[in-house]
């Protein structure tokens, strides 16, 4: 496709957000059946050999819930938290769930490099087979103003830090998304900085809430969520938690994210949830609901301020600094 599109961040995607919340849903209750052609369609596969899709660590789950995260909201139901996505390696739309069926995700590895002891390649099944997984019920606040709350399976980032064994001069850790325009139509959209990039201090992703997410609903991650590894950092935007990565690398440089690099201004490093410092274009004071009319404020840190506090010590007199 070589049609030009405006590129949607310069899109006020937040005045589309309520209504298009609530005409995905119908647009899916409506063409359901359409949907499970079309993506057996883009995966090449006859409508008869779906199973042979079928997640080879789907065994694994459901796993045990940690009770430790509680919610204030009830949880988005599946078919709306999965019908209403941002992944722009498959297209700036919401509907991203068709198009990303075309990711392929066996064989999957993940490089482990930088400042490290040793550098490694880890499968991504062995990896599952080595980490302790568990369900954690946590809110999701995109930085469009929209928000959902979701049952990731997965294992804390910090279990992965271990493995890595960092030397004493990483301080920060960048994550990157699979580079495949091929499979990925979006990744053919040449003002995009692609691959898709994103970042984290060390004392972050060893907080004991940035979470590797590689299941939801009691099942492996669907494609659209990011398969088969992604980021949950639910104390910041939701652009921070990257999906689908493929190298995770120890760093004493600040990673620039893929949205730093396009707009600084808007979409900063630290990007930490805050009710209190409007996007440039609209209020971060509340938030829709997905799935619902609903629209609730917006509290500091996405609710999660107890966790996190200790991370951005002068945050109360200058929360500016985290943006
Ligand atoms: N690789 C990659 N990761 C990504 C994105 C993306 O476009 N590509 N979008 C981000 C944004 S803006 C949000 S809000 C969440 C959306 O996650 P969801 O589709 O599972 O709700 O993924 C984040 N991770
Ligand atoms: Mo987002």
Redesign the pocket.
């Known amino acids: 496709m070589n049609v030009i599109f405006k590129p949607s961040w310069a899109i006020p995607e937040r005045e589309a957000t309520p209504e298009s919340v609530f005409l995905n849903r119908r647009k899916f209750l409506k063409g359901s059946g359409a949907v499970l052609v079309g993506s057996a369609g883009l995966a090449g596969l006859r409508p008869g050999a779906a199973r042979a899709e079928e997640d080879p660590s789907a065994g694994l789950y459901p796993v045990p819930r940690n009770e430790t995260y509680r919610l204030d909201r009830e949880i988005t139901p599946e078919e709306v ?2 019908r ?7 297209g700036t739309h919401k509907e ?1 769930h068709r198009a990303a069926q075309a990711l392929r995700i066996r064989p999957w590895t993940v490089e482990i490099d930088g400042l490290v002891d040793k550098p490694m390649t880890l499968d991504i099944d062995d990896l599952l087979k080595r980490m302790p997984l568990e369900e954690r019920l946590y809110r ?5 103003a ?1 928000s ?1 709350a ?1 049952p990731w399976s997965g294992f804390p980032l910090a279990e992965l830090v271990k493995l890595a064994s960092p030397t004493s001069a990483a301080k920060y850790v960048r994550f990157e ?2 580079l495949d325009p091929n499979m990925a139509e ?1 990744q053919n959209q040449p003002w995009y900085p692609w ?2 990039v ?1 970042g984290l201090t060390l004392a972050e992703a060893t907080n004991e809430l940035a979470f590797m997410v590689t299941g ?1 609903y009691g099942k492996p991650l669907q494609k ?3 398969a088969p590894l ?2 949950a950092v639910p104390w910041k ?9 493929v190298r995770i690398s120890f760093t004493d440089k600040q990673p620039v994210g ?2 730093e690099a396009i707009q600084a201004s808007e979409y900063g490093f630290w990007a930490n949830v805050n009710p209190g410092v409007s996007h440039p274009r609209w209020s971060q004071a509340d938030e829709q609901i997905l799935g619902t009319r609903e629209r609730r404020e917006t509290l500091i840190f996405n609710g999660y301020v107890d966790q996190v506090a200790s991370l951005y010590p002068d945050w109360k007199t200058d929360m500016s600094l985290y943006r």
């Not at 999701?140 to 469009?144: F, G, P």
């Not at 939701?238 to 990565?245: P, V």
């Open positions: 938290s999965s209403y996505n941002n992944f722009y390696e498959f991203i999701h606040r995109c930085v469009e929209w959902m979701v998304t699979f979006g691959p898709y994103e939801v659209q969520f990011g992604r980021l935007y939701g652009f921070k938690s990257i999906k689908s990565i893929l949205w």
